[in-house]
């Protein structure tokens, strides 16, 4: 990609995206920069799994008004302390919530995947650190790399039939214009569904053993369980339009609705997504209708994209790689 690529969420001006990538541990973390100024932010929780730090911050009643970035992250729950390292970078350049002569508080909302299905061993024993999320700050730029990369490193979609019949997932992103409004997407693709194209056919999803795809609402509806208790989908919806705290909040809910259409199932039980909606209110306001509708262009590409730009890792098939089912 170029730079502040029309494509991709870095469409929105101001905003940076950063990632640190551990291909032998199959781990990694993403972070989403505001400008200098910070970014206006609200969320939707859909899954019920989640793993998250500092989301009351994006609560529209909250005291904070701006957020100074977001971290997507591997390692379940113990990825969380990444962020102090997202913070600590954040600090240096005293970026925050001012407080007088206490000086700044970095406002840094974090969410997690669980990506352990691909870790050595299948061990809870490797996540990034805050030294890793401080690495993925300096490199920050408006050059967004997809597919098997940051936070979708260990990522992999369909896993309702198990590991060995899942496909690899990983990070998409894309961006849709409506005049000088833009809204662009990032996907973090961990999902226990399947994943759909615009026609409502499997590009990527569990796998039978005869090779080919395996209808996972079939299979739930049958009473079949899923393997694992933990998948995830995490994304970042942004725009450039001047949006309060409460459309942005549901901005996000649009782009839930997005993901659904093409992960399925989606928000199960077993998913802990997270949907985070930033605002750097620097053109002029739109109406919430008009990014919501931005956003359902732009999210269904991100999650395609997630899938088609990553490459397989251990035993867990790629498309980029040209695997098929």
């Not at 291909?23 to 932010?41: D, I, K, N, S």
Request: hydrophobic share 45%; with cysteine.
């Amino acid at each position: 990609m170029t730079s502040a690529d029309p494509a991709s969420i870095s469409a929105v001006p101001g905003l940076t995206v950063g990632h640190w990538t551990d291909l032998p541990r199959a781990t990694g973390c993403t972070v989403v920069l505001a400008p200098e100024r910070g970014m206006r932010a609200a969320g939707a929780v859909r899954g019920r799994a989640t793993g998250t730090r500092e989301l009351d911050a994006l609560n529209p009643r909250h005291l904070v008004s701006h957020i100074d970035a977001i971290l997507l992250t591997g390692g379940s729950a113990y990825g969380l302390g990444a962020a102090d390292g997202v913070m600590r970078w954040l600090r240096e350049r005293r970026r925050g919530l001012p407080l007088g002569p206490a000086g700044v508080v970095p406002i840094v909302p974090t969410a997690v995947i669980f990506d352990f299905d691909l870790a050595p061993g299948g061990k809870a024993d490797r996540w990034p650190t805050a030294d890793d999320a401080y690495r993925a700050c300096g490199v920050a730029s408006a050059d967004v790399l997809e597919g098997t990369v940051g936070a979708g490193t260990g990522a992999t979609v369909g896993k309702a039939l198990g590991p060995r019949r899942a496909m690899k997932g990983g990070v998409g992103t894309w961006a849709a214009r409506g005049g000088d409004i833009v809204v662009g997407a990032l996907v973090v693709l961990n999902a226990v569904g399947n994943i759909l194209d615009g026609t409502g056919s499997i590009v990527a999803g569990a796998r039978g053993p005869d090779g080919r795809f395996a209808d996972a609402l079939e299979y739930f509806a049958g009473g079949g369980a899923p393997f694992g208790r933990a998948n995830t989908t995490l994304a970042v919806v942004a725009t450039n339009a001047t949006l309060d705290r409460t459309a942005l909040e549901s901005l996000a809910h649009a782009a839930g609705d997005a993901l659904a259409r093409r992960i399925v199932p989606y928000g199960t039980l077993f998913d802990g997504d997270v949907v985070f909606a930033v605002s750097t209110a620097a053109a002029t306001p739109a109406t919430p209708l008009q990014a919501e509708a931005l956003a359902a262009l732009a999210v269904p590409v991100a999650v395609e994209r997630a899938v088609r730009l990553a490459r397989g890792l251990g035993d867990v098939p790629g498309l980029a790689d040209g695997s098929k089912p």
